[in-house]
Nanobody, 128 residues
Framework: VQLQASGGGLVQTGGSLRLSCAAS????????VGWFRQAPGREREGVSC????????YYRESVKGRFTISRDGAKNTVYLQMNSLKPEDTAVYYC??????????????????????WGQGTLVTVSS
C-alpha cells in the first residue's frame, strides 16, 4: 500500500510538466488528495487539493490559472498539470491522500498534517 509521486524534472521558464500521484493497494478516488511543495530553505506549502469523487478543487493563489489538478480513476492516479512554470515553482513536490478529510481548503493550508498517505516527492526545477 503506497502513494508514489513522479513526473518532476528540469524545465525552462514558461515550460510545462505533469506530475502524477499513483496509488497502489487502495482506491484513490475515495480519498482527498493534495499536492504540496517545499523549496530549499522554505516551509512546505499546499499547492492544490482535490476532494474525493471530484467534488471540488483548491489552488493556492500563485498557481491559479497555471496549474490544474485532476483524477483518472481507471489509473488510480491524480495529476497536477503545471503550465507557464516560473523559477519560483522550483521545489520538491509531494502528494498526500486522506480518507476522511472533506475540507480541501484546510488540507492545502495544513502541509504538516499527518495524512493517511504521503508520496516520496519529485523534484521540479525551473530554470530562468
Amino acid at each position: 500500500v503506497q502513494l508514489q509521486a513522479s513526473g518532476g524534472g528540469l524545465v525552462q521558464t514558461g515550460g510545462s510538466l505533469r506530475l502524477s500521484c499513483a496509488a497502489s493497494g487502495f482506491t484513490l478516488d475515495d480519498y482527498a488528495v493534495g499536492w504540496f511543495r517545499q523549496a530549499p530553505g522554505r516551509e512546505r506549502e499546499g499547492v492544490s487539493c482535490i476532494n474525493s469523487r471530484d467534488i471540488g478543487t483548491y489552488y493556492r493563489e500563485s498557481v491559479k490559472g497555471r496549474f490544474t489538478i485532476s483524477r483518472d480513476g481507471a489509473k488510480n492516479t491524480v495529476y497536477l498539470q503545471m503550465n507557464s512554470l516560473k523559477p519560483e515553482d522550483t521545489a520538491v513536490y509531494y502528494c498526500a491522500a486522506d480518507l476522511y478529510l472533506t475540507d480541501i481548503t484546510t488540507m492545502c493550508a495544513s502541509p504538516g498534517q499527518r495524512y493517511d498517505y504521503w508520496g516520496q516527492g519529485t523534484l521540479v526545477t525551473v530554470s530562468s
